[in-house]
């Protein structure tokens, strides 16, 4: 019993790496959209298992004042929450440019990351300003995390094929591959998205502040 266990997780351990194997042999928007379904996936299950633990969080929520979110003025609060997403778009980008182990990048890690830990936190309501039903956080994500974690999704589809470092094994006995950044080409496409990906960041953080501020 155990042993066919043990065979089972090391099949879907196998089929998982292949599928992310298969990542690298798609065109940029079709990677792009691919991660950025995973990611929703990960995000939407996780908060359907945090919803489902604490539904104590949304029973009887005291509402609060959303100004109590802003980091000062208008100007503060919209740069603030602007350069939150940017480090995290700059931990992904760095962490798939820095090295890849086989098929797995520290930024595709990140990425998993952030779905968990956003799922995870809406679903428990643990927001500084809370929010009253689950269809205003719905609401809410539709108007803005969508949008950032949509940008998150492009860099990452974007940047994971230009590892610098690249090893068949965890940890690395040897780089079946080593480039440096000058041997890092974007192409037109990867252009554009990573365009795309910065304006919807800015945009969310603008519909953000507005409903924080006003």
Not at 123 to 149: D, H, K, S
């Amino acid at each position: 019993m155990i042993g066919d266990i043990f065979m089972g997780k090391c099949r879907t351990g196998r089929s998982i790496l292949a599928g992310l194997g298969a990542l690298y042999q798609l065109s940029v928007i079709k990677r792009c959209f691919t991660i950025w379904l995973g990611f929703q996936v990960i995000l939407w299950v996780v908060f359907a298992i945090s919803y489902i633990i604490n539904k104590d969080a949304w029973v009887n929520v005291i509402e609060v004042n959303s100004a109590t979110a802003a980091v000062g003025g208008w100007w503060s609060t919209l740069l603030f929450i602007i350069g939150s997403n940017l480090i995290i778009c700059i931990l992904i980008t760095v962490g798939n440019l820095f090295v890849r182990f086989k098929v797995i990048t520290p930024g595709l890690l990140i990425l998993v990351a952030q779905g968990i830990m956003i799922g995870w936190l809406a679903g428990a309501n643990c927001f500084e300003v809370p929010f009253i039903n689950v269809t205003a956080a719905n609401m809410q994500y539709l108007r803005i995390g969508l949008w950032e974690t949509t940008a998150y999704s492009l860099v990452c589809g974007v940047t994971l094929t230009k590892s610098l470092l690249i090893s068949e094994t965890f940890p690395p006995k040897k780089w079946s591959q080593t480039r440096k950044l000058k041997d890092i080409k974007l192409s037109i496409t990867e252009i554009i998205i990573l365009l795309i990906s910065s304006i919807m960041l800015i945009v969310a953080a603008i519909i953000e502040t507005y409903s924080i501020i006003g």
